[in-house]
């Protein structure tokens, strides 16, 4: 946890908490002003103000995004959130000023302030999670984070037109948020430091070259800028379904005020209990292999809430909540909006995390500056599409079902340049459907550098159940008959595995395996091999090879040892006739294991002590 100490955590999430909560108590109050009491503060429409307002809001994401990241890189995280909230208390005055001298130019000021208060805490927010959390703890922290955000803008949403609407005077809102950000700089000061990790930055103020310079350094790891681009798109999709609410609950479902609030809460509760259920599956790290899970669920509850969506009726009287709950369709409408922030929650979590964890610690926050910057252009653009939608007579249950297709496209483009997430998909999928996992020493297995790894070969998804206890990804080497295996060759295609084929089959694919093991150590990766070179057809270690000793004697790397436990019987294995010829042989969820034992320095890997860890670490359990 932070700073290893569950109050400095607390701290820290309480601070981010009420930053959102002022942000959207006082946009929304003063939305709400500008809806319903226009005429007393200027001449301009309602909806032009409305549009206006969000527009100035996040104005400074544009603006500042890029100077921001660069103050994160360059100064102590824990003082800058201490300047925030500071700043915070400041425009809180602002608005206090505006309310006082009913001044809209004022006001107007104070929520671009805003903005640039939440413009410059999103990088020391999520960039100050990895200097202080473990990578089994990071998912974690992104799922408190996020469920406490998007809680906090319901909250913040709620009280922020309560307040518009039933305090005496509009004044009470500034106070209101006063109140907030004093508690968010109390709070802020329990924020343990959070050292510069580029103390000599020079800071450039230019906002566009330093916006193109931080889209650069997201750019140089493949996986962080799709992650970006992921993140960027379930904000344009998500913002693009809030922006609904208001015209769906009352066109559509024929609803009042009341009804927008529960649209808003059903969803954002599914979000909030999303993210907090992705850090149970993921199992202590980054488990990518939710963000395909996530993009599924949007797509089909997105459908889905088209298909629910009642047909419009001229409605005369706006339906109370206890009427329209009392219709049998509204139950499921609400099931997928839950359903639709639950998987969003699956998506959003693990790219946050992986951009974290995946990018240069010197270059972290202006990476997260660039994630912000593109999420902005994203739900602008997204908007204006709805709009041009909407405009050509789109049905809004129609707008739904455009997007979730949308969403599917996306998806699979995504995943067809990094297969590393549906690969992930599929692994985990298989462990937590087919079979049971459970997973003792993976200490032993090492966060960076190069090492073998060497297991007993049990059945043809072994490689699968590896790869989903791992941390980090395994090139694995294996019989080139397995590797051409129809079906599965497409998983073991995209996980980089090397074939390999005795000296008779095909003496240059072996050489070839060789080359392409020591390419991938020389690189720092972890190679996996079975040294049995079969899989077993009874159930027992045939003896080991000696294709380990050859490559750790051309490139000296630890060798770790694993077993694999319980995979004997089931329907991939080889016993009592072929693989795959027996459906649920064992049934649905049998459990597994793989025990991974301590290094094996590269001098004393002889085959014979290799087999004789390994069936240690096996025991009696096949």
């Known amino acids: 946890m932070l700073c290893s100490t569950p109050a400095a ?19 929304n109050a003063l939305i709400v002003l500008l809806t319903f009491q226009a005429v007393n503060w200027t001449t301009l429409a309602p909806e032009v103000l409305t549009n206006l307002a969000a527009g100035i809001f996040i104005l400074p994401f544009f603006l500042f995004s890029a100077t921001a990241g660069q103050l994160a890189d360059k100064y102590d995280k824990a003082k800058l959130a201490r300047l925030v909230k500071l700043l915070e208390i400041v425009i809180m005055g602002v608005a206090l000023l505006g309310f006082s001298t009913h001044n809209l130019a004022v006001l107007l000021s104070a929520l671009f302030l805003l903005g640039l208060h939440s413009t410059l805490f999103g990088p020391v927010k999520y960039a100050i999670l990895p200097q202080h959390l473990r990578e089994d703890e990071l998912v974690g922290g992104n799922a408190l984070v996020e469920a406490g955000t998007f809680v906090a803008i319901l909250i913040g949403t709620l009280a922020g037109g309560l307040l518009a609407g039933t305090a005496g005077h509009p004044g009470w809102v500034a106070i209101a948020g006063m109140v907030l950000a004093v508690l968010g700089y109390l709070c802020s000061r329990g924020i343990p430091a959070a050292p510069a990790p580029v103390p000599e930055l020079v800071v450039s103020l230019n906002p566009f070259s330093e916006t193109w ?22 904000w344009l999709y998500g913002a693009l379904f809030l922006a609904q609410f208001p015209p769906y609950a009352k066109n559509v479902l024929g609803g009042n005020e009341t009804s927008v609030t529960l649209l808003l809460a059903v969803f954002t509760i599914g979000i909030g209990f999303g993210s907090l259920l992705c850090e149970r599956l993921s199992a202590g790290h980054v488990e990518i292999g939710l963000v395909p899970f996530g993009s599924i669920g949007l797509t089909l509850f997105g459908i889905d809430l088209a298909f629910a969506s009642p047909t419009p009726l001229p409605v005369v009287t706006p339906l109370p909540l206890a009427s329209l709950l009392a219709l049998h369709h509204i139950w499921r409408v609400l099931f997928d909006l839950f359903a639709l922030g639950l998987f969003g929650g699956f998506f959003i979590v693990p790219l946050y995390a992986l951009i974290q964890l995946r990018s240069a610690p010197a270059q972290r926050a202006r990476i997260i500056a660039a994630n912000n910057i593109l999420n902005a252009l994203f739900m602008v653009c997204g908007a204006l599409a709805a709009a041009g939608l909407l405009g050509d007579g789109l049905s809004i249950p129609a707008l739904f079902g455009v997007a979730a297709l949308c969403n599917a496209v996306v998806a699979v483009y995504i995943y067809s340049l990094v297969p590393e997430f549906m690969l992930r998909f599929i692994a985990w999928l298989l462990v937590h459907s087919v079979y049971r996992l459970r997973q003792h020493g993976l200490e032993n297995i090492p966060e960076e550098g190069a090492a073998v790894l060497v297991c007993n070969h049990v059945s043809f998804v072994d490689p699968i159940v590896i790869a989903a206890a791992s941390r980090r990804p395994i090139r694995f080497v294996m019989d ?5 295996t129809p079906i599965i060759n497409f998983v073991f ?59 750790v004697g051309r490139t000296p790397v630890p060798v770790i040892p694993m077993a694999l436990q319980g995979l004997w019987g089931s329907f991939f294995s080889r016993k009592d006739g072929p693989a795959m010829s027996k459906p649920l042989r064992r049934g649905l969820f049998s459990k597994i294991a793989l025990v991974v034992g301590a290094a094996v320095a590269p001098e004393a890997a002889t085959p014979e002590r290799l087999q004789e860890v390994v069936a240690g670490l096996r025991g009696e359990w096949r």
Do not use: C
């Open 493 to 551: 295609r995209h996980m980089s595995a090397i074939p390999i084929a005795p000296a008779r089959d095909d003496a240059a694919m072996m050489e070839a395996a060789f080359e392409e093991v020591a390419r991938a150590l020389a690189a720092g990766e972890l190679v996996a091999i079975f040294p049995e070179g079969r899989i077993t057809d009874s159930g027992e270690l045939y003896p080991f090879r000696p294709g380990v000793q050859r490559i």
């Open 480 to 484: 080139y008959r397995i590797y051409r």
């Open 213 to 234: 310079r931080n889209i650069g350094f997201a750019r140089q790891n493949r996986t962080v800028f799709l992650s970006i681009l992921g993140i960027s798109w379930f």
């Open 9 to 27: 955590l607390l701290l820290f999430f309480a601070t981010q908490f009420l930053g959102a909560f002022n942000d959207n108590l006082f946009k």
